[in-house]
């Protein structure tokens, strides 16, 4: 029906509106991790540059976009939460345009869709589904057509893949280098020549980013304080080669790709298969650590477009839309008793506007029920209210969203110095002399003073040089510590938190 009444633009397109709607009804408390990016495109709004003034782990267009929306449409949670529901919503639509053009079934194309609907990655990774996604796009228009002006794009996008986080070029490369590769396998002059030419562009579109990294810090300091971050990012979240079944089904899927890319299909040809069947198998391998159910749907939105294109390449479209429509079948039965549990009566549409606008009031007021850890929203509140806008924040401990929530610039150029992070001596150093040339007014250690002194050193010796006071936050956490300047006159209390407020509430 959806075939017949539909077209496949008109299709997406309400893909993408139930993906984005489904997205903000379910918006509920925002991870700490988004924070982490959220906070380095509030920096720059503050006036503080990437890599001169704040690290970058390699990932600048990931919080520069968030930048840019912030500067036009408000500093607010509301506003980031929509740019990345946008992402996600585009990326759904185009999943939706892969699938249908993959098996020429609309329900198979609206099952693959729905998977990435249902299996939404959290906020602040939706870039890892919309880069692979795009980047499968622009593969198969090139091998459509090969071309030098589909050659540019495949070089542009790989170069976008680069700026949003350095390791999606290593993906998004080695997938279009085979696209290339076997494309032009006929003739392998051509092929030598679209390889070189695809290398020097993307290398040409993200040289400005690279002169302006060499310019601040250097090229080679900047790509090894990157690689000490993954590094210890590894350390934290991998322990081992996976174990678990589901990660060998999930790396099955694209190894059958690879091997049914020996095989001519009736839509697509071997280099278009091959090149989405390495890009999800890369996906497989440099995602799927730590904890599976968490990470799997990272890699979901490339696969459903991948076991679309299979289902594809070894059936006529009525066997897709057949085994599509008993798949949903089955989907649906699976999931409709225990919906029946947990549902007591289908939400009317007035229901639904008035809790969007629950989730509308709670984004723009960032109410302690949206935040990470509602318990420090007392802290939160007092940096707003007992310091000046201008004064900057250190935060050690997980607790990127203070400065951010705070609407405070960071200090020392990370928003929250994590324990086993940036505890290099190059990396403390930079650190520290970030901190010489900046007016930090208050510390915040969520993890207690002990924790702080004895990670990063050389930060202590610098705060111990200021004259700070030390002040348990009893009232919040017995744990955390803050410590402040003295105040040049007698500080008020501040009732929340009990720490003195030199700055009088606004009435």
């Known amino acids: 029906m959806t075939r017949e009444r539909l077209s496949p633009a008109v299709a997406a397109l309400v893909v993408a509106f139930a993906a984005f709607a489904s997205g903000y009804l379910t918006t509920g408390a925002i991870e700490n991790d988004h924070f982490v990016m959220l906070a380095r495109a509030f920096q720059v709004l ?49 999943v939706y345009l892969l699938a249908h053009r993959a098996t020429g079934s609309a329900i198979a194309a609206l099952i693959a869709a729905a998977l990435v609907i249902v299996f939404s990655p959290r906020l602040y990774n939706t870039t890892k589904i919309v880069v692979p996604v795009v980047a499968i796009a622009l593969a198969w228009q090139y091998g459509d057509r ?4 589909r050659l540019v794009a495949l070089a542009a996008w790989t170069a976008v893949a680069f700026l949003m986080r350095h390791d999606y070029a290593l993906y998004v490369g080695i997938a279009n280098a085979a696209l290339l590769a076997v494309t032009h396998a006929a003739s392998p002059t051509t092929a030598a020549r679209r390889l070189g030419s695809y290398a020097a562009l993307s290398l040409l579109f993200v040289s400005p980013w690279l ?6 810090q250097g090229v080679g300091e900047y790509f090894a304080s990157a690689l000490r971050f993954a590094a210890a990012e590894q350390r934290r ?6 174990r678990s079944p589901a990660f060998y089904l999930c790396v099955a899927i694209p190894m059958a790709g690879v091997a049914l890319s020996f095989r001519r299909g009736p839509r697509l040809d071997a280099a278009q298969l091959l090149s989405a069947s390495l890009l999800v198998l890369l996906l497989d391998v440099a995602f799927l650590r730590d904890v599976l159910t968490a990470r799997v749907a990272d890699v979901v939105a490339p696969m459903a477009v991948l076991a679309s294109a299979l289902a594809g390449h070894v059936w006529s479209p009525r066997s897709v839309g057949r085994a599509a429509v008993l798949a949903l079948a089955v989907a649906v039965s699976a999931a409709a008793i225990p919906a029946a549990a947990r549902v007591r009566s289908i939400p009317t549409p007035a229901a ?43 935060v050690s401990g997980f607790g990127p969203e203070i400065p951010v929530l705070a ?6 150029g990370l928003a929250s110095w994590i324990p086993g992070y940036y505890d290099n001596p190059r990396d403390v150093a930079r650190g520290r002399a970030q901190l010489e040339r900046e007016h930090v007014s208050v510390v915040v250690m969520l993890d207690g003073s002990r924790v702080f002194f004895s990670s ?11 004259g700070m006071e030390d002040y348990p936050l009893s009232a919040v956490n017995a744990r955390i510590r803050v410590w402040l300047r003295t105040p040049a006159s007698p500080a008020a209390v501040d009732r929340a938190t009990g720490l003195p407020c030199s700055i009088p509430a606004l009435p």
């Open 146 to 149: 090969p071309g030098p002006g």
């Open 237 to 242: 979240t991998a322990a081992g080669w996976p």
């Open 352 to 394: 639904v506007v008035r809790h969007a606008a629950v989730v509308t009031r709670r984004l723009e007021q960032a109410s302690p029920d949206i935040q990470p850890d509602p318990s420090l929203a007392p802290l939160v509140d007092y940096l707003s209210r007992c310091t000046a806008p201008g004064d900057r924040v250190l």
């Open 46 to 94: 503050y006036g503080d540059w990437p890599v001169r003034d704040f690290v970058d782990p390699g990932q600048p267009l990931a919080y520069l976009v968030s930048t840019a929306a912030a500067a036009l449409f408000g500093e607010t949670l509301l506003v980031n939460v929509v740019l990345s529901l946008v992402f996600f919503a585009a990326t759904a639509a185009v």
């Open 211 to 216: 002169a302006y990294v060499e310019w601040q």
């Open 456 to 466: 990063w050193p050389g930060l202590g010796e610098w705060l111990l040089r200021q």
């Open 407 to 412: 609407h405070r610039p960071f200090a020392s």
